[in-house]
């Protein structure tokens, strides 16, 4: 069986979201290191030195390594909806864009106003849209 190709769409835009976030990260934190005139010290203690940069930069490395704790999940449940759903446009292709969208929202508000209320709100909605995405896959499989 051929995989899914509409499937592995939101995959791959996750996966490219977070090199947006990685420049994005990356382009706000060199700048604010030039201007503190930080001299990186390999021997701090992990964190130590970014968490004195301001609050607007560090947002986004947070979000950077967020993108690297459940988004794993979905990277691995979505290779399997691919190959073993055949609905090019059913159920597993809206979930997964769901848990795309929510995830980018997510970052956008993190990076931006950081309304850590409202954070958690997407995050539990997009952890619920993985969660039945990962039964699906369950049942696909199985069935």
Do not use: C
Not at 84 to 106: C, I, K, M, N, T
Not at 107 to 130: D, M, T, Y
């Amino acid at each position: 069986m051929a995989p899914n190709k509409a499937l592995l769409v939101p995959v791959v835009a996750l996966a490219a979201w977070t090199f947006v976030m990685w420049f994005w990260m990356y382009a706000t934190r060199l700048p604010a290191i030039r201007a503190a005139r930080m001299a990186l010290d390999p021997n701090a203690p992990r964190g130590d030195q970014m968490a004195t940069l301001p609050p607007r930069v560090r947002w986004k490395a947070d979000n950077y390594n967020h993108l690297f704790e459940q988004p794993t999940l979905f990277y691995a449940v979505g290779v399997v909806v691919a190959l073993v759903d055949e609905a090019a446009r059913g159920p597993s292709f809206y979930l997964a864009w769901a848990y795309v969208l929510l995830r980018v929202a997510h970052s956008l508000l993190q990076s931006l106003v950081n309304k850590i209320e409202v954070r958690f709100v997407l995050f539990a909605l997009s952890s619920l849209v993985l969660l039945v995405l990962t039964v699906r896959a369950l049942i696909l499989l199985l069935g």
